[in-house]
């Protein structure tokens, strides 16, 4: 990644503080098995306790951390340590290899290794692959501009096994996520399938190899800055459990460190749920601290709804004493002007929910 230069740089006040380390006892494990014998339809072994118990657990969740980690999520073992292997065996190539599939600005689905969080360089590689391939999207963030593009797959040659792979795990990823969304649904009160419909026809959803090197300034930059995701929400792998992702804590503003439960797929819940929810769920602000001796790797699904979706509180829960605190807003345009602020420093900061906030 070159020598240390000004732009991977923290604010002061952004800088981790490696003396602090507080390990989140407090972020919730479900144990997913009882929704899995539900879907299943059998009924013999189907308990309504215990999902209502498992509806509950991920309200609960939702609400106090925005962050949880699952187990028996149903992702076949074997297929989560294939698809960190591919990525591994990707990021092990020449820069000049893993160039053959970066991304441009006209598709922006591919590798590259000078992302922005907030105008500051984050300390790590990408590779992206979307969901659907082609994706339809904006071409531009312009409210004015109804073009839409398409976005296609850059499937590197090498390894050759990377696209099988990573097209059986998006697969699953989209099954986990269709059932959290209905968990995440019956938690707030409503239908289970009641956000289903934003994507039947088309989603936004990708998937991601995040590659952190070691830092030999792991006290000055971050493998990615403070942020919030778009997303509606993501299912995170962290690869062999290496500690580095870090959330706020909303009791206390407290930075965090998750500690990965082997097996798990660590999930947290995005802007979209949050205006959903109409804040009843708030997504937490987390970052990626790097580390001066290991590497780390993690792959994030970010499932997010059709670009043409307006997201804006859930009507049957909004009423004169809980109005709606936010205004539709399209979701395709948000992804595209938030890639622009991700690309190249910029002299505003991207796009936050905040903007579409109601006074
Ligand atoms: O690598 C991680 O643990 C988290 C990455 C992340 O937050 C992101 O890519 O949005
Ligand atoms: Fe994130």
Redesign the pocket.
Known sequence: MGEVDASFIQAPEQRPNPSIIDEAQGIPVIDLSPIHQHLQNDTTVSDPSAIEAVVKEVGRACKEWGFFQVINHGVPLNLKNGVEDVSRRFFSQSLEEKKKVARDQTSVPGYFDAEHTKNIRDWKE?LDFLAKDPTPIPISGDDDDDRTTQWTNRYPQNPPDLRGTVLEYIEEMEKLSFKLLELIALSLGLEPRRFHGYYLKDQCSFI?F?H?PACPWPDQAL??GP?K?PSAL?I?A?VDEVE??EVRRKSDQQWIR?KPTPQAF?INIGDVVQVWSNDEYMGAE???VVNSEKE?F?I?F?FSPAHNTMIEPTKELINEKNPAKYKPYNFGKFLVKRKDGNYQKQNVDNIQISHFRLP
Request: aromatic letters at 10%.
């Open positions: 990408g991601r995040n952190y493998g990615v942020h995701d993501t995170l962290a580095g992702l998750v660590i987390h970052r990626v780390r993690s994030p970010f």
